[in-house]
């Protein structure tokens, strides 16, 4: 398969994942984990949503908690763009691209666009939010795990070539990507536009879904300190995965799911990418290392299981994806 080239000068300017709206069904409780186990701030709060960022943000939020009466879902994941005007021409270009756009409001930032993506993922572009006090030097107020800054999100799709051409015409660089040696079909591509390896990821599966947003951790430990509190807290069995290690973008991480259902991944970073001569790197799908270079699988259902986009419908993929989980590795063993 070829692999597309970069645009290194697209018609505007994505700098970065910027923030996320979720519906939630218990408002307080959502608070309290992403507050004490995660380690966000509390930038502002009303009867029906919570504002929260991380302990480098100095931007309004990056987590929207809005209170739902139904499934909780996913509004809709934000980009940021580097000025109006930029926000301005990203309104034109993807109308002319058959992209659904229209004006909106939003609390806390400057005008918003709303984009679907041709993969249906509901997007929301800004150029401006308010200004908040920079809390990372502020280390008795840390709590939890002190997240730092949303860094991506990965979406579960059928069409994963179709999100990778679309985000490749938007300057998005791929870094990696998962497929066989000699294949033509993606398993999972990795994409960003902040210069690390990933700004949004998309892996074959139902959706458009969710499978998880992530905020990045000053080290490993801050990891297990977010596990000891969600411990403490009674949260102990919200923790669905490590900590580990990742084949792709090499972080160690853990995989929590928040009151609602919600799947949020803390890690400690990872490398830069931004040299015109750094080609993607390529996974084997059959390579364990992309699960898990030490340690053991994830359950079935950290594969499978995802938030769904409020008002979107999901889709089948032509053929399932069947990864190596904790369930087969187990069956394995014990067979053999």
Not at 107 to 118: A, E, K, M, N, S
Not at 192 to 201: A, E, F, L, M, T
Not at 281 to 306: C, H, K, M, T, Y
Request: aromatic residues 10%; proline residues 7%; hydrophobic residues 40%.
């Amino acid at each position: 398969m070829q692999l597309p080239p970069t645009v290194f000068d697209p018609a505007f300017n994505i700098t970065r994942a910027s923030h996320i709206v979720l519906t939630v069904d218990d408002l307080d409780a959502s608070r309290r984990f992403y507050e004490e186990v995660i380690g966000l701030i509390t930038s502002a709060a009303d009867a029906d949503a919570v504002y929260l960022r991380g302990v480098e943000e100095a931007c309004h939020h990056s987590l929207v908690l809005r209170r739902g009466s139904g499934t909780p879902g996913c509004t809709r994941i934000g980009m940021r763009v580097v000025n109006e005007d930029h926000l301005a021409r990203a309104h034109d270009v993807l109308a002319e691209m058959g992209c659904t756009v229209s004006w909106a409001e939003a609390p806390y930032q400057g005008r918003t666009l709303h984009v679907t993506d041709p993969v249906g993922t509901p997007l929301e572009l800004c150029a401006r939010m308010d200004a908040m006090p920079r809390m990372i030097t502020r280390f008795s107020t840390h709590k939890g795990g002190a997240a730092g800054r949303l860094d991506h999100y990965q979406i579960l799709t059928p069409e994963v070539g179709k999100a990778l051409a679309f985000y490749n015409k938007l300057g998005f660089r791929l870094t990696e990507y998962i497929m066989p040696p000699g294949g033509e079909v993606l398993g999972g591509v990795f994409l960003q536009r902040k210069g690390n390896p990933h700004d949004i990821v998309f892996f074959n599966g139902i959706g458009p879904r969710l499978h998880h947003f992530a905020y990045t951790v000053a080290e490993g430990a801050n990891l297990l300190r977010a596990c000891d509190v969600a411990g403490e807290l009674g949260y102990g069995r919200k923790v669905e995965r490590g900590p580990g290690r990742h084949g792709p973008g090499h972080a160690m991480f853990v995989y929590f799911r928040d009151p609602a259902g919600h799947r949020i991944e803390l890690f400690n970073t990872h490398y830069q990418v931004m040299d015109l001569e750094n080609e993607p790197v390529g996974w084997d799908p059959a390579d364990s290392n992309i699960s898990f270079p030490w340690g053991l699988p994830a359950q079935r259902r950290w594969f499978e299981e995802a938030t769904p986009f409020e008002g979107v419908t999901s889709s089948e993929p032509a053929a399932r994806p069947n990864p190596l989980s904790l369930e087969r590795f187990l069956a394995a063993l014990d067979a053999g």
